[in-house]
């Protein structure tokens, strides 16, 4: 918000500006009665002064005006400039005092402090007034202290109400008015007061009354947040709407009598209906995703920088896609997450940690460690196409018992026999998927799985097939980059830029990529996975363009999953409870979360054109006989597959007559 040891080069001069009229000049008799108390006020502050500026606490205050820097509320954007997030201990924005509308720094004058551009910190005239009418009321009418005076209390002291705090209040004025310039004080004051609800500053307030920026504010708005600032708990509109309209009607008929507006003008304002822009804010989108970047800034700067630096942090999100994902897991009825990343850029381009933060704040999508079930077999066919194998490797569908008595099962309980590889990857087969496993080597797809952005810990076993190690969501979608961008996986980005209060960048990320595996290998692997979409255990996930992904399933319906990606964004989706109670019968990822998939990419491409994988040099596409993965022969059906170039079939099926 404000620092006091900025100077400004120019200023509009309120002084000129403000030539102070008395319409009702009070009797001789009235005015000696007020410098005569004045003076009285006078000489007892000069009397007390060189006592209390050996007070230590007002010597240690006193240094702190060297250096005097409110708290700032640090604003989160997304990747369109959408403001998603505040980090405050005070909710404040920081505004020159250039951009104040001249209304409402004529309204705060005129009701504040009307000779603040006569004073030097204190107003002796306005304390014999003060006194004189209080007097003649019985009671406290009109209060006394100007705004140098209320800022060195609202910065420095408390509140309490002591001769103590008075006096060390008006010695801290005098320092102000000799440090700073008039400017300087007045833009701390409109930066520094508080409004009731939450809100600091005038440019703060404006938002929370009126939901709009300073500029855009009427005369009868600023004569409201005028009237609010002298005692929000009393005159705020939202807690008491005829005491805030009576506090208007005080502010101009000051402004009035001083004459900065016309009777005219204030008539109208008066007549002005006054729309409040409502205190009731919708639950974040983002929730999980504040919390994720927030460690991230936690490892850069420290509490008081995050909380109260005034920051401007950039963010790779995007607000309409965040939004579609977290309405459409809300809707699902189910726990789990989902995490949506560009894989040309890493940039994240939405969170969802979980179906209702308020219910758990735990993220699911970066916390939760799970068993991915069959989303796990692309790194095993990577592995293998880099292995000698092809997409018309055929393998045999048999059951299999192991020497420990591991008989491990596929999901329909059924064999297929002879299966080529591209449509065993299609209908998630185990058997295949180990035995794949078993030749290539575990140490071997343990690596490539790692290369891919795996970092949890892999068991060396055949069960790693089945996706029986533990990872997280965002590892998966990390690694299902590769497919979507030519075997490069890019480092997961969530915050792009970071400015201080000036405008000055502390931080700007940069993409950082690793070629995982081969463009080659991606691409084939990519035609595969789109098969897995167009005719196997993900065709619930289509979204009418070229797509590829793989479901996941584990044991009795624990954890269910589905992560794809075009070549525009990877999307994962995981959905498990919490205590690892099954999500029900037949509750499989190509059920329960590829619809979801579905809809969440469905909104994300809605204005992007309709791309297709980029195939790279030594690929080649020929049609092949789907069941025996050789050239087609007369009676075959056929499907264009990719192969690396040399290792395509050259012989023709005969078996399909």
Known sequence: ???LVKYYSSFENLRGEIAIKRKNQP?????????????????????????????SDLKDISSQLDDFTPSFTSRVYDSQGELIHEFFTQNREFVELSAVPDNLKKAFIASEDQR?????????????????????????????????????????LSQSVTWDRKIKEIILAFLLEKKYTKEQIFEAYLNQIYFGHGAYGVKTATRIYFGKELDKLNLAECAVLVGVARSPYNFSPYLDFEAAKKQQRRVLNRMETLGFITPEEKEEALNQPLVLSGLEKSPSPTPYFTDFILKQLLGKYDEEMIFGGGLKIYTTLDLNIQKEAQATLEESGYQGAVLCLDPQTGHIKAMVGGRDYQESKFNRATQAYRQPGSTFKPFIYSAALDSGFTPSTILIDEPLVFPNGW?????????????TLREALEHSINIIGIKLLQQVGVERVIQYAQRMGIESPLQNNLSLALGTSEVTLLELVKAYSAFANQGKVPEPIAILKIEDQEGNILFQSETEFKQAISPQTAYIMARLLQGVVERGTGQRAQIGRPTG?????????????????????VTGVFLGNDDRTP???????????????????KKAHENLPNRDFSKPEGIVEIPICTKSGLLPGASCSSLLVPFKAGTEPTQVCFQCR
């Open 27 to 55: 009797g001789k008799k009235l005015a000696w009665w007020y410098f005569f108390l004045g003076g009285l006020v006078a000489g007892a502050v000069i009397a007390t002064y060189l006592f209390f500026i050996l007070n």
């Open 407 to 419: 008989k491990p099962q596929n999901y329909e309980k059924e064999f297929r026999g002879a299966v």
């Open 583 to 601: 999500l029900g019968p037949s509750k499989t990822g190509g059920v329960v979360a590829a619809p979801i998939f579905a809809q969440v990419m």
């Open 1 to 3: 918000m404000v620092r």
């Open 549 to 569: 992904g793989k479901t996941g399933t584990t044991e009795d319906f624990i954890d269910a999953w589905f992560v794809g990606f075009t070549p525009d964004l």
């Open 116 to 156: 603040f551009y006569q004073h030097a910190g204190i107003d002796p005239v306005g304390i014999g007034r003060a006194l004189l009418q209080n007097l003649l009321a019985g009671e406290i009418v009109e209060g006394a202290s100007t705004i140098t005076q209320q800022l060195s209390r609202n910065q420095f």
